[in-house]
């Protein structure tokens, strides 16, 4: 069982210490299996070229389609926009950040 040792402040058991191990370990497999797939995408993309529709055998296997997106230039609206239309523009959100805290190595 964790126990809260302050307000804000919980001493994992155990139990969880398993999960966080398990979940490190997957992280890392995570980062090097996506270290694999950027540089099998990146062979894929030099064989297709400036071609849309890659085949394998006469079926479609992958796109390479360009997209268009919209974006709002904040940077530039603060540039011509008084404070207090910026300031009405705002909207202010919370979120929390799951950050592991790597140890120190002794």
Known sequence: M?????KGVVDFD????????????AKTKIKEWEEVA?????????????NEIGLYKGQEVVRFTTVITTRFDIKRAKEMLPPQVLD???IQSNQRRFTLVEQEKE
């Open 14 to 25: 155990e139990n969880i210490a398993m999960w966080l191990e398990q979940y490190r370990h």
């Open 38 to 50: 950027d540089v099998a995408r990146s062979h894929i993309e030099a064989s297709l070229g400036d």
């Open 88 to 90: 009405l523009l705002q």
């Open 2 to 6: 964790s126990i809260e040792v302050e």
